[in-house]
C-alpha cells in the first residue's frame, strides 16, 4: 500500500523560509514522477513544483521560480520542498503527490500539511 506522508508545515511570517518533507513508501519510486501541489481557499489545486526521481529534473510554477528547490533522496524514497521569501499568498495546504504533474495525473495523494504566512 502506497504511503505519503509529509511534515514540515506551520506558520511562518513573511520573507521566511520552511521546509516541506514528503516520506514514501509501500514501492519503489526511483522512476516515478513526485510533485508539491497546494490547495488554498475557495481554488484550485495547483502544481508548483516537480521532480523525475531518476534524472532529478525539476518544474516549477512561475509563481514560486526563484523561490522554491524540489529535490529528492532516492535512498529515502524523500522528496523536499525548500521554500524560500514565502509570501502570503503562499498560504496553503501542501500536497505531495506521486504520479504526475496534473491534479487528473497523480495516482497518489498524501495527507497534506498546512502552511500559513502572515504577513
Known amino acids: 500500500q502506497v504511503q505519503l506522508v509529509e511534515s514540515g508545515g506551520g506558520l511562518v511570517q513573511a520573507g521566511g523560509s520552511m521546509r516541506l518533507s514528503c516520506a514514501a513508501s509501500?514501492?519503489?519510486?526511483?522512476?516515478?514522477?513526485m510533485g508539491w501541489f497546494r490547495q488554498a481557499p475557495g481554488k484550485e489545486r495547483e502544481c508548483v513544483a516537480g521532480i523525475r526521481m531518476s534524472l532529478g529534473i525539476t518544474n516549477y510554477a512561475d509563481s514560486v521560480k526563484g523561490r522554491f528547490t524540489i529535490s529528492r533522496d532516492n535512498a529515502k524514497n524523500t522528496v523536499y520542498l525548500q521554500m524560500n521569501s514565502l509570501k502570503p499568498q503562499d498560504t496553503a495546504v501542501y500536497y505531495c503527490?506521486?504520479?504526475?504533474?496534473?491534479?487528473?495525473?497523480?495516482?497518489?495523494w498524501g495527507q497534506g500539511t498546512q502552511v500559513t504566512v502572515s504577513s
Open positions: 503527490a506521486v504520479g504526475g504533474l496534473r491534479v487528473v495525473d497523480v495516482d497518489y
Open positions: 509501500g514501492r519503489t519510486f526511483s522512476r516515478s514522477v
